[in-house]
Nanobody
Framework: QVNLVESGGGVVQAGGSLRLSCTASGRIVNINKMGWYRQAPGKQRESIATITRDGRTDYLDSVKGRVAASRDNAKNTLYLLMDSLIPEDTAVYYC????????????????WGQGTQVTVSS
């Protein structure tokens, strides 16, 4: 069993910054790709940032230049630094990770966090 726990969400004014964190715990052997997704009310969940184990990143066009994903493999933790936030960034942000566990070996499994609310006020 693996748990992903996000933190760092909250209410911020437009133009402000937030840093989200996501820590994985459990019978983890290796964490492959990790990523951040978000879902705004009435919209589908969308991928905004992914990062491979060796640090290669990919971003949704609408957030490029405003967000940066990073990870600390020793701590099994994923981060998302968001700057110049706009009201359209308001959503629930979810952490995702593809994880190899002692019980799933040799296959890895996708896990999701419970989500953290980010609200950007104008």
């Amino acid at each position: 069993q693996v748990n992903l726990v996000e933190s760092g969400g909250g209410v911020v004014q437009a133009g402000g910054s937030l840093r989200l964190s996501c820590t994985a715990s459990g019978r983890i052997v290796n964490i492959n790709k990790m990523g951040w997704y978000r879902q705004a009310p009435g919209k589908q969940r969308e991928s905004i940032a992914t990062i491979t184990r060796d640090g290669r990143t990919d971003y949704l066009d609408s957030v490029k230049g405003r967000v940066a994903a990073s990870r600390d493999n020793a701590k099994n933790t994923l981060y998302l630094l968001m700057d110049s936030l706009i009201p359209e960034d308001t959503a629930v942000y979810y952490c995702h990770a593809n994880i190899l566990t002692t019980t799933s070996w040799p296959k890895s499994t996708d896990y999701w966090g419970q989500g953290t609310q980010v609200t950007v006020s104008s």
